[in-house]
């Protein structure tokens, strides 16, 4: 008999959200434009703490808009390379030019040091990326590090909404942030995503940039006679009706999949910390991290692929976040290459993010933990 298999991560959801999604199904109208969008962007921005939030179908349009609104079309943008490649393809997409810089390692975030040598008379603005649910550790280093050499300050969120700085939530320090609602995210619209800011200004801007560059004036294009006038260049980066009523039942319940996360979290913690050759990830004091995914370190390149090999036999999905972007075809093209970002490098050898959801079993979690025993023991 076959073992089961037990994969990366599982989407949580219930009966509410398929009552969610159906409901506007049946409705049989504004699929496209519907009042959940509207809903989903107060209650996101209420739960966030921000004065705006403006959906769209992605968090990589999010980000896109999000450089666009800000006039980022050109000189460069401080980035990780230790990340997602949305990050810093979106820098290129608005016509600016991604700078990577280290990350420190204690949170996999940007290091303040380092972005601080990477500020030059180019340098536009600064993109933080919380990973993996956890917040930066030095988020408010770098956003006071951004004030005084007049930086635009972002933050890419989309993998730790609802994560906190002394009880503040991550995508309230930036001039703007982003999440995104992909189907691995702590909620999920099974893709989409969200630019917030306090600036109504910027608001406005993005809901051009939305949808075609097209003033509606409080009017909806698909059920109006009059004739709308497009005063800017836009995109269709809409967030259809269905996917925002899908996000709306989600937040409901984001409480307590955060909880169901940190539980889960603790078990792992608690197993693994008494194996050899692994370490986790450290939670630095008043900083609260959702765990949106969970991610081991090994001793070295070597290592980290021997266990990953060993899960994968039993079964058991493993995956690399992040290997860097500066190594990447695409940038190596740009100039970038190997020996830029010797600590990124390194790190990006050393982890593995093992199975994590919050429908997971104290017997799955004990398992996995069996296993990664055994692999330490055989070595």
């Not at 800000?70 to 401080?78: A, D, L, P, R």
């Not at 990326?129 to 951004?146: E, F």
């Amino acid at each position: 008999m076959e073992k089961k298999s037990i994969p990366l991560f599982k989407i949580y959801w219930d009966e509410a959200d398929v009552k969610s999604v159906e409901s506007v199904i049946r409705r049989g109208t504004y699929w496209a434009t519907g009042p959940e969008i509207a809903e989903f962007e107060k209650n996101i921005a209420k739960y966030i703490g921000r004065a705006y939030c403006v959906a769209f179908n992605s968090g990589t349009s999010a980000l896109h808009c999000m450089l666009l609104a800000y006039n980022i079309t050109s000189g460069e943008v401080i980035v990780p390379s230790f990340t997602f490649i949305a990050t810093a393809n979106s820098v290129v997409m608005a016509g600016a030019k991604p700078v990577f810089a280290e990350v420190e390692e204690e949170t996999f975030g940007l290091d303040v040091k380092d972005v601080e040598k990477k500020i030059n008379e180019k340098t536009k603005a600064i993109i933080i990326m919380h990973y993996g649910g956890m917040p930066c550790r030095d988020t408010l280093a770098i956003k006071k590090l951004a004030k005084e050499k007049n930086l635009f300050f972002f933050e890419d969120a989309a993998e730790s909404c609802g994560a906190e700085i002394n009880g503040k939530k991550v995508s309230s320090f930036g001039d703007a942030a982003i999440l995104s609602f992909c189907q691995n995210k702590i909620i999920t619209t099974g893709e989409g995503g969200a630019v917030l800011t306090d600036s109504e200004e910027i608001y406005e801007k993005l809901k051009l940039l939305r949808s075609h560059g097209r003033l509606d004036e409080g009017e909806d294009y698909f059920s109006s006679t009059k004739d709308m006038d497009y005063i800017s260049l836009g995109y269709n980066f809409r967030m259809p009706a269905m996917c925002a009523a899908l996000g709306n039942s989600q937040l409901v319940k984001i409480d307590k999949i955060i909880e169901s996360r940190k539980k889960n979290a603790e078990i792992f913690n608690k197993a693994l910390l008494e194996i050899d050759g692994v370490k986790i990830q450290s939670n630095p004091e008043n900083f609260f991290s959702v765990y949106q995914m969970y991610t081991i370190k090994l001793e070295n390149k070597s290592a980290r692929d021997s266990l990953q090999e060993y899960l994968q036999k039993n079964n058991i999905t493993s995956k690399i976040y992040f290997p860097p972007l500066h190594l990447k075809t695409f940038y190596k093209k740009m100039g970038f290459g190997k020996g830029n970002l010797p600590r990124t490098e390194r790190l990006s050898e050393e982890v593995l993010t093992i199975p994590f959801y919050p429908s997971m079993t104290r017997d799955e979690i004990l398992l996995i933990c069996e296993k990664i025993a055994e692999w330490s023991e055989l070595r």
